[in-house]
Structure formats: C-alpha cells, structure tokens
C-alpha cells in the first residue's frame, strides 16, 4: 500500500505540468510566508529610529537637549503613532535629539529591567509612559506603584534629567468601559507618583479622551492579535493611514483600541513638545 502511494505521489511530482502546478504552488506559499514574515517584522519585532543601543554612539553635533522615550507599544511605534519620530522632525533641527527606548508589550516591570539603557545615554530629559500592558496582564496595583518609584528614584538619583510621567492612553474609546475603569486605577497612580516625586505629570489620557465624540456609542473593547496584524497589512502594505484605519473600526483616536491614530500621536507630541519647551514648576 505505501509503496503504490509513493509511486502515485512520485508521477504526480515528476509529470510536467504537474511540476510546473507544484512550483507555483510551493512559489506561492514561499511568498506569503516571506510576506507574513515581513509583516511581523515591521509590526512587532523592528527596532525604533534610533534606540539606546545606536545612540550611544555619540550625540549628534549641534544637540543641546537630549530626550529619551521610555515606554512600551506607544513610543514604539510599529503599530502606533510615531508621536516620537513628529517631535524629531519639529525640534530636531533645533538642537534635540529623541531616543526612542519603547519596546512592544513592555510592562513596568520591563521598563525597571531596563533602566540602565536610558541612564547610559545620560539624558536632558526622559519621559514615561506605561501602563496598559500592566492592566491587560493583571499586574497588581500595588506592584505597578512601586515598580514607577523605583524607575523614577533611580533616574533621579543616576541622571540629572528632567523627568515627565505621562497617564496611559486609554484601552478602546469607551471611558466608562470595563478596561478603562480598571485603567482608572493605574493612571492614578502615575499622577500621584509624580506629584509625590517632584516630576511632571503629562495628561496624555485626559486629552485623548477630551477628543472623542460626545454622546457617540463606542465600539467595545476587542483588541486582538489578528486586528492588530490586518492593521499591520493595511498600513504597510497598502498605505493605508492611521486615521483611516481607525474610522473603519468605528473608533477615533485608536486604530485597534490601543494603539494611536495620527491624530492622538499628535496629541501626545503636542503634550510632550510643551512641556520640552516649559522651565516652570516641575508638576503641572
């Protein structure tokens, strides 16, 4: 019996036209693997603009002001807003120069781990954003707290920047929903660890928030591996815009109920780039 299957499956292969069906076939396969690949590359896996590792290769001639973006996802930018790349074309050519230390489905935790990075680059000025994976991971309240003060006690005491936290965006547009509510709890303890540390306090959530529709009914919170990479094909492959992406889902601000349309990437620039610009009281 095997032996005839092995004869059957030997003429299938060795027949030319069937050789040729094979070939485009297994040509085919090979290409969209190649581009799956691709699209988990750009999307998850490809490093920043200019991450810790390249920059401490030396400040560029000219810089004044050296800032680090210390985050998850949302500084990253792969799949979101590259609020960080806006601010290096606005004030780049005015002597700063951005780092971008975000890293895809980082925590606090994360963030602690890797504190080292951003102290080697000796910045000007860093800023914090985290949060939402800590929400959507289940860690405590009381760990996140004290994983924030460590991060900043640290840079305090390493470095001579000036330190921002900003609050987490927020997860899907519906500020009374269930991950936003749990969310609730974790922004106030940015805002408090801030105040009580003698940091700045970004209100990057309050002012997306701030953006959304009143009275609109938002979709519910449905992140998902598999909305995230069609984002990824929409945007990379057929240039698809964040803005537009995010209408099509029903939302506004957020393109997959996490990550930033250009429009909150603007926001979040917006915030940042005022407070690089400010030299008052260090909380407000």
Same mark, same amino acid.
């Given at each position: 019996?095997?032996?005839?299957?092995?004869?059957?499956?030997?003429?299938?292969?060795?027949?030319?036209? !069937?050789?040729?069906? &094979?070939?485009?076939?297994?040509?085919?396969?090979?290409?969209?693997?190649?581009?799956?690949?691709?699209? &988990?590359?750009?999307?998850?896996?490809?490093?920043?603009?200019?991450?810790?590792?390249?920059?401490?290769?030396?400040?560029?001639?000219?810089?004044?002001?050296?800032?680090?973006?210390?985050?998850? +996802?949302?500084?990253?930018?792969?799949? +979101?807003?590259?609020?960080?790349?806006?601010?290096?074309?606005?004030?780049?050519?005015?002597?700063?120069?951005?780092? !971008?230390?975000?890293?895809?489905?980082?925590? +606090?935790?994360?963030?602690?781990?890797?504190?080292?990075?951003?102290?080697?680059?000796?910045?000007?000025?860093?800023?914090?954003?985290?949060?939402?994976?800590?929400?959507?991971?289940?860690?405590?309240?009381?760990?996140?707290?004290?994983?924030?003060?460590?991060?900043?006690?640290?840079?305090?005491?390493?470095?001579?920047?000036?330190?921002?936290?900003?609050?987490?965006?927020?997860?899907?547009?519906?500020?009374?929903?269930?991950? !936003?509510?749990?969310?609730?709890?974790?922004?106030?303890?940015?805002?408090?660890?801030?105040?009580?540390?003698? &940091?700045?306090?970004?209100?990057?959530?309050?002012?997306?928030?701030?953006?959304?529709?009143?009275?609109?009914?938002?979709?519910?919170?449905?992140? +998902?591996?598999?909305?995230?990479?069609?984002?990824?094909?929409?945007?990379?492959?057929?240039?698809?815009?964040?803005?537009?992406?995010?209408?099509?889902?029903?939302?506004?601000?957020?393109?997959?109920?996490?990550?930033?349309?250009?429009?909150?990437?603007?926001?979040?620039?917006?915030?940042?780039?005022?407070?690089?610009?400010?030299?008052?009281?260090?909380?407000?």
């Amino acid at each position: 019996m095997l032996t005839r299957v092995s004869q059957t499956a030997h003429r299938l292969l060795t027949t030319p036209e !069937n050789t040729l069906t &094979v070939t485009v076939a297994l040509t085919l396969l090979l290409l969209l693997a190649g581009g799956l690949g691709f699209l &988990v590359y750009v999307a998850f896996k490809r490093q920043p603009a200019n991450p810790p590792k390249k920059f401490r290769q030396g400040r560029a001639p000219g810089t004044h002001t050296v800032m680090v973006a210390f985050g998850d +996802s949302i500084t990253h930018a792969t799949l +979101s807003a590259d609020w960080v790349g806006a601010l290096r074309n606005r004030l780049g050519p005015g002597g700063y120069e951005f780092v !971008n230390a975000g890293l895809n489905g980082h925590t +606090s935790a994360d963030l602690l781990r890797r504190i080292d990075e951003v102290v080697a680059c000796r910045p000007d000025a860093v800023t914090i954003m985290v949060g939402t994976n800590d929400v959507r991971n289940g860690i405590p309240l009381a760990q996140f707290h004290a994983n924030l003060d460590t991060i900043i006690s640290r840079l305090q005491a390493r470095t001579t920047a000036r330190i921002a936290l900003l609050s987490a965006t927020p997860l899907g547009e519906d500020p009374a929903g269930p991950a !936003n509510q749990a969310l609730a709890e974790y922004n106030a303890a940015i805002k408090e660890t801030a105040e009580r540390m003698g &940091v700045s306090y970004l209100p990057v959530h309050e002012a997306i928030v701030g953006h959304l529709g009143q009275g609109a009914t938002a979709p519910q919170f449905a992140f +998902s591996f598999g909305l995230a990479l069609r984002i990824a094909v929409r945007h990379y492959l057929f240039r698809t815009s964040l803005d537009d992406i995010a209408r099509s889902n029903g939302l506004t601000m957020l393109t997959d109920h996490i990550h930033l349309s250009d429009r909150a990437g603007q926001v979040v620039a917006d915030l940042v780039a005022s407070w690089l610009g400010r030299r008052a009281e260090p909380f407000g």
